[in-house]
């Protein structure tokens, strides 16, 4: 495990290891594949007005939604930047 120095004219440097840097460059790489399935299983598990699961309009509100569904609505407005977001 290696260490990376902390620059001296920085002051709130974070030293992390080698180890976690593979960790998080894995973490975001697998981002978008994440929220692509977390927008699935939204599309096909969130209560909606009607049976039609190619529009998304038909999606009921998040607060009509079962708990789940309505934290990976929440997940998927703040990967996306869009608090109003539904999907």
Known sequence: MSWFPIPRNIPHAVVISSDKLKALQAEAASA???????RDCVKWYGNRTNDDF?????????????????RAMRAIAKATGNATSSV
């Not at 190619?54 to 309505?70: A, F, V």
């Open 54 to 70: 190619r529009n998304d309009d038909s999606l009921r509100p998040i607060d009509q939604q079962p708990p789940e569904i309505q």
């Open 32 to 38: 978008p594949d994440l929220l692509e399935a977390l």
